[in-house]
């Protein structure tokens, strides 16, 4: 069964505490935005359309403490919850997508009581949960038209319902695959530093009763070398025009192995997690990670301390590795400047580009 990681509840965003997976099931119940900023910082919530709802649920709370409803308590209280998110993480771009359609929700309801503003802003924070379940439905619907029969698939971080607001990306295209029974196994990357794969995906894909393998990273190119995988399939951070794709840190080596092994390696992606403003990978702010993620596991010592450490939390897989991008609008092909250009013209984030932008980078 699917996990509902976030959802609204009596007044409240109550969530699951994916820091504390697989151990401990815990969930989070607060009336405090502040305690949801800190959740997506420290990833108790994470995943990129994941923390575009949190973001969503967070403006409802803001605006539910305010006490005035006069022009500029308004407007101070859009400012200060902007940058309360925008400043968690900066790399998904799900996060400030969410923003976006939530600021504008607020300024146009500007003049309304405190109640309709509060009801406008709780419509629109649904809207944004529940518009992202039905788009992993339908990524899981055409993904999986692309996998062959007896598909054993190889998969990086984690993109399941933890992630986001319904089956998941990836992981939507995997279950799907499994209910039409034309998958038959996924490895799954544990993804260091923070074990995605490890803590998360094995523990969804368990719950779905789907036959799965923990790898460790470095397992991976044998695992392709050995003919053991006959497809990539991962999710996306930030999709910027020509194609190139963040996702968590590995993924780009991932491409390289299956490009070498003429294996097919699929993105998939809610619209929401392109960057239509964005020309290039490289211009996409890549979160850096502390050290101690690298020296540590949990208390326990693994390096010396004071060791120099480089940890991006992401890198960028150019497009011309990527055989698809699954959306839930359509499987895009190469080239993908133009099958974006022909997205962006159906003005599916004409709500990210409307008015005064929530920026980029936190
Ligand atoms: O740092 P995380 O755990 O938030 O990173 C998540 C990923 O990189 C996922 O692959 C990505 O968000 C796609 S999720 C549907």
């Known amino acids: 069964m699917s996990v509902r990681s976030i959802e609204w509840h009596d007044g409240k965003v109550r969530f699951l505490d994916q820091s504390k997976l697989p151990a401990n ?33 967070g403006f409802v709370l803001a605006f539910g403490r305010l006490k005035s409803d006069d022009a500029r308590s308004i407007s101070t209280c859009i400012e200060r919850t902007t940058h309360l998110f925008t400043s968690t993480r900066p790399t998904a771009v799900n996060l400030f997508w969410a923003v976006n359609r939530m600021r504008h929700t607020a300024i146009d309801s500007t003049g309304k009581s405190m109640d ?22 339908i990524i899981g619907q055409l993904g999986a038209g692309l996998l062959p029969n007896a598909a054993s698939v190889l998969t990086h971080c984690n993109t399941g319902s933890l992630a986001t607001g319904g089956d998941g990306t990836a992981q939507s295209i995997l279950k799907v695959a499994w209910e039409q029974k034309k998958l038959k196994h996924v490895y799954i990357d544990e993804t260091r530093p923070l074990l995605q794969g490890a803590r998360l995906t094995a523990w969804e894909l368990q719950r779905l009763r789907i036959p799965c393998t923990l ?6 190119a044998f695992l392709l070398q050995q003919g053991k995988v006959n497809a990539i399939v991962v999710g996306a951070d930030r999709i910027t025009l020509n194609g190139d794709v963040a996702n968590k840190v590995g993924t780009y080596g991932l491409a390289v192995m299956a490009t070498y092994h003429e294996i097919p390696f ?17 211009e996409i ?6 050290g101690t993620e690298l020296t540590k596991i949990g208390e326990y010592q693994i390096a010396p301390a004071g060791v120099d450490v480089y940890s991006p939390a992401f890198d960028v897989t150019p497009h011309e590795l990527i055989t698809a991008i699954v959306t839930e609008r359509e499987v895009l092909r190469k080239p993908y400047r133009d099958a974006l250009e022909a997205l962006r013209g159906q003005n599916l984030s004409a709500l990210s580009q409307k008015g005064p932008s929530a920026g980029h980078a936190g």
Not at 34 to 46: C, E, F
Not at 215 to 220: G, K, L
Not at 266 to 282: I, K, L, N, Q
């Open 25 to 57: 099931e815990v969930y989070i119940e607060t009336d405090d935005e502040t305690v949801v900023a800190r959740a997506i910082k420290s990833l108790a919530l994470r995943g990129a359309p994941l923390i575009g709802i949190a973001a969503g649920y």
């Open 116 to 137: 309709a503003i509060h009801a406008n802003l709780l419509a629109e924070a649904i809207a944004i949960h529940t518009e992202d379940e039905e788009k992993c439905r």
């Open 215 to 220: 790898i460790t990273d470095s397992t991976a």
């Open 266 to 282: 699929y993105v998939a992606a809610p619209t929401s997690t392109v960057d239509f403003e964005m020309e290039t990978g490289r």
């Open 285 to 290: 702010p890549i979160e850096q990670r502390s």
